[in-house]
Each structure stands twice: as structure tokens, then as C-alpha cells.
């Protein structure tokens, strides 16, 4: 199998206005910035995260701290039996005690894996808040979850991928709608 495009739904420079626009909200809504932390989910969450703590402080100069939240050990698709994993990529040097926390993902489809990286921010501490910012919501949910920030919904089927590229990974920043094809066999 092998994915073919089937749209492009954001460029570099929309995903900068997007980012743009909810750091001005994320302003707007935490009045208290010595309070707030952001924190990304791996892998392309981390780089947003740092994106919308650069614009933070290029508009405030104020700078917020940035960390990374592993949540292998808390996602629940493994089966009963397995062993989760022990060790833990997660780098938060600050703690989250009373904090207001800012997760960061790129794609919200289910909500299982900001159920996870809730559950992984409990282990480390109880957050005053904990906000809920995706560049992309494509619907679909398994659990209650909903992002406080968004940068654009886009309703998709499940057959559908959303594919998000950040130069920082991908060499180039773009959104794609992407969907599996079946490759012809060879005879």
C-alpha cells in the first residue's frame, strides 16, 4: 500500500499565520504568563510547540518554557499482557505544580493520545490547567476531548490521513490529505 495525495490544505506560509493567530489567543487567554508552560507531544507537537513559544515571545518578550511529553507508557493500544515500556523520553525541566500547561499536538483525531499525555502530565504533577492546542482537527473522536485552540478543522473520513511536514523534520512545512492506494501486483 502507498499513500497518494489527495489534497494540500496548508503551505508554510498559512501554517505561520495559523501559529501566528493562536499565539495571539493563547495571549488573550493567559493573562499570567510567568504561569504557563507548553508542552509538545512527539513528534511534530514538540516543533509546534517551540514555534508558538518563539511567537510568544517575539510578541511579549516573555519567555515560556518548552518540553516534551513521552506517552508510550500511557497509550492504551497495547495488548493486556505486554510489559509498558519503563523509561521515559520526556524532558520537562520546570515543574507543572499549579502551572497553566499548554499541550501541544499536530493532529487531533480520537483523543486517545492527549488522553495519554494528560495522564502522563498527572504523573508529574497537578497542573492548574491544562489547554489543548492542534494545528489540525479532523474529527472523529473516541473520548471526550476537545482543543481550546485550533488552527483549522477538517473533516475527513477515516479512510483519509492527514499528513503534516514541519521543515524542522520534513525539511518543508505542509498539510496533506493523503489516502492509502493499493499498488497493482506484478505478474
Do not use: C, W
Not at 502507498?2 to 495559523?18: L, P, S
Not at 501559529?19 to 509538545?40: F, P, S
Not at 499528513?163 to 506484478?186: M, S
Amino acid at each position: 500500500m502507498t499513500n497518494k495525495i489527495k489534497a494540500g490544505i496548508m503551505d508554510a506560509a498559512r501554517i505561520k499565520r495559523v501559529l501566528d493567530r493562536m499565539a495571539t489567543e493563547i495571549l488573550e487567554r493567559n493573562r499570567n504568563l510567568k504561569n504557563l508552560v507548553i508542552i509538545g507531544i512527539p513528534t511534530r507537537g514538540v516543533s509546534l510547540a517551540k514555534r508558538i513559544a518563539r511567537t510568544v515571545k517575539d510578541l511579549e518578550n516573555v519567555e515560556i518554557p518548552v518540553g516534551i511529553i513521552d506517552i508510550t507508557r500511557y497509550r492504551d493500544d497495547y495488548a493486556a499482557s505486554s510489559t509498558r515500556a519503563t523509561s521515559s523520553k520526556s524532558k520537562i525541566p520546570f515543574p507543572i505544580e499549579k502551572k497553566d500547561v499548554i499541550l501541544v499536538d499536530d493532529v487531533l483525531f480520537t483523543g486517545r493520545t492527549i488522553r495519554a499525555a494528560m495522564e502522563g502530565l498527572f504523573d508529574l504533577g497537578r497542573p492548574r490547567s491544562i489547554q489543548l492546542l492542534v494545528l489540525i482537527d479532523r474529527g472523529h473522536r473516541e473520548l471526550p476531548i476537545r482543543a481550546d485552540y485550533v488552527g483549522k478543522v477538517l473533516p475527513t473520513s477515516r479512510r483519509e490521513m492527514v499528513r503534516v511536514d514541519l521543515k524542522e523534520i520534513d525539511e518543508h512545512d505542509d498539510v496533506l490529505i493523503t489516502e492509502p492506494v493499493a499498488l497493482g501486483r506484478k505478474r
